[in-house]
């Protein structure tokens, strides 16, 4: 079983569209939790942490479910510049310091 | 401030050629450091890690290596490509709580 598994995808919305991602993880010991967004050919960038109340930052709101192992992501008023790839990151176990797994993400294009 | 740094950002290699990429972080001291490749519609894979100067961890067995001959220096090496080696490479550490921060990637074509 994989340790991050994500909604294929693709998403093709509209702008002004809300779209939610989904994802669920396998290690019920992680701790951390986190939205990557990675562009077309570019390195992955931290988009948000997700917290166990869940939490927002502007449009996007990350929610936290540990005791079914899920992880969301809901984006609101869809604009074009969020088109992209949304990968959910879950901390490992064990004792590699710092070790995170990723699932391979879901890829959103928003079209006008 | 603190950046890493990683280059080449591409590089075309012939089968059977040796490879070095290099990741170098600034403004911090003894980071966590962390090489991932992401191969063509697949999701990012640890290669290795290193919490020190001289630390190496591998998480796969496979045909390359990594080294870590100072303190913000990561190395990521092989003798001889495969065709398989092909995909993007990326340098990570951990500047704070909020999860890595990756270098700009280097994208490796072996031919």
């Known amino acids: 079983r994989k340790e991050v598994e994500q909604d294929p995808g693709p998403f093709n919305v509209p702008e002004g569209a809300t779209v939610a991602f989904n994802c669920t993880y396998s290690?019920?010991?992680?701790?951390?939790f986190f939205w990557y967004r990675q562009d077309c050919r570019k390195e992955p960038k931290l988009l948000m942490s997700?917290?166990?109340s869940g939490n927002e930052d502007g449009r996007f709101t990350a929610q936290l479910n540990r005791a079914s192992q899920y992880i969301s992501l809901l984006i609101r008023d869809s604009k074009l510049s969020d088109s992209a790839t949304y990968l959910c990151?879950?901390?490992?176990?064990?004792?590699?310091?710092?070790?995170?797994?990723f699932g391979r993400g879901t890829q959103l294009t928003v079209w006008p | 401030s603190q950046t890493i740094h990683q280059w080449p950002a591409t590089l075309v290699q012939p089968v059977g050629s040796p490879l070095s990429l290099e990741c170098t972080v600034e403004g911090t001291s003894n980071p966590n450091l962390y090489w991932y490749r992401q191969a063509a519609g697949r999701g990012l894979q640890l290669l290795f890690y290193?919490?020190?100067?001289?630390?190496i961890s591998s998480e796969v067995p496979q045909n390359l290596s990594a080294s870590r001959p100072q303190d913000r220096q990561f190395i990521l090496s092989s003798k001889k490509l495969l065709l398989s080696d092909s995909g993007f490479y990326l340098c990570?550490?951990?500047?704070?709580?909020?999860?890595?921060?990756f270098g700009s990637g280097t994208r490796l074509t072996v031919v």
């Open positions: 990570a550490w951990i500047p704070g709580a909020s999860g890595y921060t």
């Open positions: 997700v917290y166990s």
């Open positions: 990151v879950v901390s490992g176990r064990g004792s590699t310091l710092g070790r995170l797994y």
């Open positions: 290690n019920s010991a992680s701790q951390s």
């Open positions: 290193s919490v020190g100067i001289g630390q």
